[in-house]
């Protein structure tokens, strides 16, 4: 019997910066009728200002304080922070048994948590936005991750361009010498992944901790690069895809979008710098501007793929802000975006076998590419957001993806509606 292809047969796929594999379903399961919850995308009401958003521009927020009169970008230490500064001792009780440090292992954590909105005008979403406005969203990234960088971090000698910042940024951030152990940058976009006010914004944690995300992928980095002679993994990866161009969702000429070969989510994005950037402060002005263009091109295209507002959760991953030389020279900045629709009103679950045993996925990532590149970087979203999509209908859709797919440009934002 002749060797069947890889969109024909189940197989799982080795994810490298965890280190851990992704189960990919046979074709049959995806002819499966799709039945249980649906999930009903609204669209958000269309007002530029929102008198009881505790993020518009001079309105007050639950502590008292009231915003300044903002016009771009505004960050603020979170009024429920997760961590906070003034803790960190704790005492634990621990009876007389030996194994008991080992099994009941526990350490503080201190740091502070940050929001960022992204624009005074409540109603925007980052796709509506120009380049230059995404840049402002970096440019405060950037900042911040500069003021909390250890004060002998190497990178220190890279921040003069962190500090190059638009007028339209404010920000009440307290600045010490906190000798903190990590950034990360991320976005609860949508009310689907638990975002409960709209206006656009993003949030910021600092923590005394190195997370275990970014730890496990800085210690895959770290292998990969002993391993191969010194060279980078993700700079191997984008070399690659370029190469392969069966993945990619866009490009320019400083960063790579890509569903990655190992993604999770349906529509799982990394999006890559060509070269290897350890930290934002390492990204010259024009890499920063690419780099803004990059993330308003993703949000486009998880716009126009389901004709809706696409929820999604996005992180950003970077050298540790105290990082040790081999961390520092292991790290390779990256975005990773995670939405968690199959289909405009099918969120994709984690059940036992994800949970317990590893994840799976049902379209191919050069499946979910071709759609996404496809769906064209054009905005569509402005004569159907007030739509709330979610039909019935959809109950008799079947999968349809594979990687040998062929999608006509132009005719491919309406994929999904096939079958209907
Ligand atoms: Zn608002
Ligand atoms: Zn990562």
Not at 51 to 69: H, Q, V
Not at 278 to 306: C, H, M, P, W
Not at 341 to 355: A, D, M, N, R, V
């Amino acid at each position: 019997m002749a060797p069947k292809k890889l969109k024909d047969i189940a197989h799982r796929r080795f994810d490298p910066l965890k280190g851990t594999w992704v189960l990919l379903a046979s074709p049959q399961k995806n002819k499966r009728p799709r039945q249980g919850q649906r999930e009903v995308v609204t669209a958000s009401e269309k007002q530029a200002y929102d008198p009881n958003c505790y993020l518009c521009p001079g309105n007050t927020r639950a502590n008292g304080i009231r915003n300044p009169e903002y016009t771009g970008t505004f960050a603020f230490e979170n009024d429920f922070s997760t961590v906070r500064m003034d803790e960190g001792e704790c005492h634990q009780h621990t009876p007389e048994i030996d194994v008991a440090p080992d099994l009941l292992r526990v350490e503080p954590v201190i740091g502070r948590c940050y929001v960022l909105t992204y624009s005074a005008i409540h109603h925007y979403n980052i796709s509506d936005m120009t380049a230059q406005d995404v840049l402002c969203i970096v440019d405060a990234w950037t900042r911040i991750y500069s003021r909390y960088l250890s004060s002998d971090s190497p990178l220190r000698m890279s921040t003069t361009s962190a500090d190059d910042h638009g007028p339209s940024s404010r920000e009440e951030t307290t600045l010490e010498n906190t000798n903190l152990r990590y950034m990360h940058v991320f976005d609860n976009n949508g009310e689907i992944v638990g975002c409960s006010n709209t206006h656009p914004h993003g949030q910021i944690w600092i923590t005394s901790s190195m997370p275990d995300g970014p730890s496990q992928e800085i210690a895959q980095m770290s292998r990969y690069r002993q391993y191969h002679g010194g060279r980078h993994m993700l700079q191997d990866y984008v070399r690659l895809e370029m190469d392969k161009e069966e993945r990619i969702v866009w490009q320019n000429d400083g960063f790579l979008a890509v569903c990655p070969w190992w993604a999770v989510w349906p529509y799982e994005v990394l999006l890559l710098p060509k070269r290897q950037v350890r930290g934002l402060v390492d990204l010259s002005q024009t890499e920063k501007f690419q780099f803004s263009e990059a993330i308003l091109q993703v949000a486009k295209l998880y716009d126009n793929l389901f004709e809706t507002t696409f929820p999604y959760i996005s992180a950003l991953h970077q050298a540790p802000l105290n990082a040790t030389e081999g961390e520092l020279e292991s790290s390779y900045l990256h975005m990773h975006f995670s939405p968690p629709l199959l289909f405009p009103s099918i969120k994709k679950f984690f059940g036992g076998y994800e949970l317990y045993a590893e994840p799976t996925r049902e379209i191919t990532p050069e499946t979910a590419a071709a759609r996404l590149r496809h769906s064209g970087a054009q905005l569509l979203m402005s004569s159907c957001r007030s739509k709330a999509v979610g039909s019935q209908a959809q109950e008799e859709f079947m999968l349809i993806g594979s990687p040998g797919e062929t999608l006509r440009s132009g005719e491919t934002s309406s994929w999904w509606r096939q079958g209907l």
